[in-house]
Structures are given as C-alpha cells and as structure tokens.
C-alpha cells in the first residue's frame, strides 16, 4: 500500500488549501481514509476521517475543513478553508483497513506528508 500526499503550501489566514491523498489498494472502497496533522513541537493529531460514506472531523476544524474521496481515482481530498495559523503543520494522509479511527496508533500505512504554512 502506497499513499502519496500532495496540495500543501503557504497561505494567509483566512485562505483555503486542498490537500490530496492518492491510495494504492483493492480495498480503498472499504478503507478507512484519514488526514492527521502534526505541529512543530507537538504530538501527531487527528484532523479528519472517512469511511464508508461517513465523516468525523475534529472540533478544531469542523466546519472549515471537508473530507472527502474519489473511489475511482483512489483519492482523498481534504478542502481547507478559513485557515488559521494555528492550522500550520505537515499534514498526513493515513489508511486503514476496517472502519475509521482517530487514533493514530490504529493506522499501518502513511504518507509522506504535506507542509501547509499559515500566516497571519
């Protein structure tokens, strides 16, 4: 399994950003697909995850931020919108085989990570 993420860059708050996962795999279909974020200094966290039509989002950006996936391109997407400094991170898409979790402890397979840079 293969993941590579893309769409990351520099912005000023209040702009958007859509990030991009693409996922090797037969069972992308059935795969829970998540983006998590890690600052500088701080432990990895979740941010956003889908599996099987269903979504779960931190609090810190529901409502800004949107997953979502193409089963025919084995895509995720992550639309950023509103962004804040403190979303400022290197972003990673992760998969998981079963239903989705916002563990990261839960997660096999990664990828390599996006820097998104937010300035105020």
């Known amino acids: 399994v293969q993941l590579q993420a893309f769409g990351g860059g520099s912005v000023q708050a209040g702009g958007c950003l859509r990030l991009s996962c693409a996922a090797s795999g037969r069972t992308f279909s059935t795969s829970a697909l998540s983006w998590f974020r890690q600052a500088p200094g701080k432990e990895r966290e979740f941010v956003a995850t889908?599996?099987?039509?269903?979504?779960r989002y931190a609090d810190s950006v529901k409502g800004r931020f949107t997953i979502s996936r193409d089963i025919m391109k084995n895509t995720v997407y992550l639309q950023m919108n509103s962004l804040k400094p403190e979303d400022t991170a290197v972003y990673y898409c992760a998969k998981r085989d079963g239903q989705f979790s916002q563990n990261k402890d839960d997660y096999i397979y990664w990828g390599q990570g996006t820097l998104v840079t937010v300035s105020s």
């Open positions: 889908s599996w099987i039509g269903s979504t």
